[in-house]
């Protein structure tokens, strides 16, 4: 489980996140979504131990984010939205490279390595230089390289961006079969509207580094507009005096009274 | 292995394979080669004096290597995004400051070794061909190497500081030849005997050893070091991209 509680960064005056809480249970897929500059790369930034937080308190699978990084490091895969691989290394070279780093043991690591290749169809990379690789393919080995440590939590930052739409939806059924078949936590951001339909088992909505939204039912998709949603919610937000998401019931039918006046 | 010892390799191995790093140890030998050709003809007892000449000669020339190898340590990985991944792997921060120290220390020593090489071609050519002690050689170069790790320390933190590497590059350029300058007993105008005793490479190429020479160096390496995990740790780049 991954509890999130009152986390803000600030980045001198700017509050980049400003008091988010959440709770993700594993099984759970979470598409983070918000305009840019919302605070959702720095949400994940936070929760991958790369950034501190300025406040708040963060407990993953048990582990204190502050007190017990390396812990979290080891059980979480994170990747970054830039895609940084190291240009001059080969793809099966890079691999091992990472699985050294993570820690995975000697006799392991030549294993987990050729299911990582296999896994993300990338056999007849596994020679060639990442310099030499496409957008889409890059990405294919940064999951590879994220999910070969069997991480217990993803933490994915616009995963898809480069991505073809053969790519996106094999990497989308390969996220699914991981998180279905390990429990996996997977929380990941995009701007794709239907990569999150298809992938998301709920959404998260940040607005201005606060959390506007919390749609746990994504059945409200399926009838109404997707921005119209999330902009409802996001207005139902701003409106509110209580500084509490719109998880409950009661905010559903508050969306749903918005979008029909 | 290690994780510091797997960042070493990698960083070796992409330095070797670049064609820039070669070209440094070329032109590194080359200008410790003319150096020493020049001294050659200027001294007439090189029993005692020639370890002493080579080794402040390397001290000087080193810098160029120093500033190379240092300058991209940090700064290409910052830009590349690369850090932001090894940041979030189970290493921690010390692991990768030693790591990039150790690569540009071994890189920075491999040049000057490769400089030496050149040297007995030299003092074949010499003539009449000077005498000179290979132990005390030895004891110069040890001081030389305790001099590279406290200048590669250096130029590990200078390059996580400046955020480009050509401003990293000519900072450590600067800065390691100042204090090579200072340090190696050459120029006496600073009459400041307590800084020029540092490293008093002539009384430990005469095999004189001084403990406060070790010391000095490995309290100023470890110092430079701590800094740089210290300005790792505070992921000071992030916020200015923000």
């Given amino acids: 489980m991954l509890v999130a509680e009152n986390l803000t960064k600030a980045f001198g ?57 390396p812990c979290i490091r080891s059980i979480c895969g994170y990747m970054p939205e830039k895609t940084p691989l190291y240009e001059n290394m080969r793809v099966s070279e890079y691999l091992k490279y990472m ?163 | 292995m290690s994780p510091s010892f797997a960042i070493w390799a990698r ?56 500033s190379f190898f240092s300058m991209s340590l940090f700064p290409e990985e910052i830009e590349s995004g690369t850090l932001e991944g090894l940041l979030t792997t189970p290493v921690s921060d010390w692991n990768i400051v030693i790591g990039k120290f150790l690569s540009s220390l071994t890189m920075v020593t491999l040049s000057w070794l490769i400089s030496l090489l050149v040297m007995p071609i030299y003092l074949k050519c010499a003539a009449p061909p000077p005498t000179w002690s290979p132990l005390s050689l030895a004891g110069g170069l040890f001081t030389l190497f305790l001099s590279t790790t406290v200048w590669c320390a250096a130029g590990c933190l200078i390059s996580l500081i400046s955020r480009h590497q050509a401003i990293a590059g000519v900072i450590s350029f600067a800065v390691t030849l100042i204090c090579a300058v200072l340090f190696s007993g050459t120029f006496l105008i600073f009459d400041n005997q307590a800084v020029i005793e540092m490293t008093n490479l002539p009384d430990a190429a005469r095999g004189i050893a001084d403990t406060r020479v070790f010391f000095a160096s490995i309290s100023l390496t470890w110092f430079f070091l701590f800094c740089a995990a210290h300005r790792l740790q505070i992921r000071d780049w992030v916020v200015k991209n923000n």
Wanted: with cysteine.
């Fill in chain 2, 11 to 66: 960083e070796c191995k992409s330095y070797l394979q670049s064609n820039s790093a070669w070209c440094v140890f070329a032109v590194t030998a080359a200008i410790t080669g003319m150096l020493f050709s020049l001294s050659l003809r200027e001294l007439d007892n090189t029993f005692e004096y020639l370890p002493a000449v080579v080794c402040k000669q390397l001290l000087l020339v080193i810098c160029l290597p120093v």
């Fill in chain 1, 99 to 261: 699985a050294r780093l993570r820690r995975i043991p000697q006799p392991e690591r030549r294993i987990r390595v050729h299911e990582a290749i296999a896994g993300y169809d990338l056999v007849k990379y596994s020679t060639q230089k990442i310099s030499t690789l496409s957008k889409g393919t890059r990405k294919r080995v940064a999951l590879a390289e994220t999910t070969m440590h069997d991480p217990d939590v993803l933490l994915l930052d616009d995963p898809f961006c480069d991505c073809d739409l053969f790519q996106k939806l094999s990497l989308v059924s390969h996220i699914k079969s991981i998180n279905k078949l390990e429990n996996r936590i997977v929380l990941f951001t995009s701007h794709d509207k239907d990569v999150i339909l298809s992938l998301a088992t709920r959404v998260i909505c940040l607005y201005k580094g606060e959390l506007a939204a919390d749609l746990k039912d994504m059945s409200v998709f399926s009838e109404k507009n997707f921005q119209d949603v999330l902009k409802t919610w996001t207005e139902i937000r701003l409106r509110s005096t209580v500084h509490e998401p719109h998880t409950d019931p009661q905010g559903n039918a508050a969306v749903e009274r918005n979008l029909e006046k």
């Fill in chain 1, 13 to 69: 005056s700017t509050v980049a996140v400003k008091n988010v809480s959440f709770t993700v249970c594993r099984g759970e897929r979470v598409a983070i979504v918000g305009e840019n500059g919302a605070g959702k790369t720095t949400l994940l930034r936070i929760l991958s131990t790369f950034l501190p937080a300025t406040s708040g308190h963060v407990e993953i699978c048990g582990f204190d984010l502050v007190c017990e990084a």
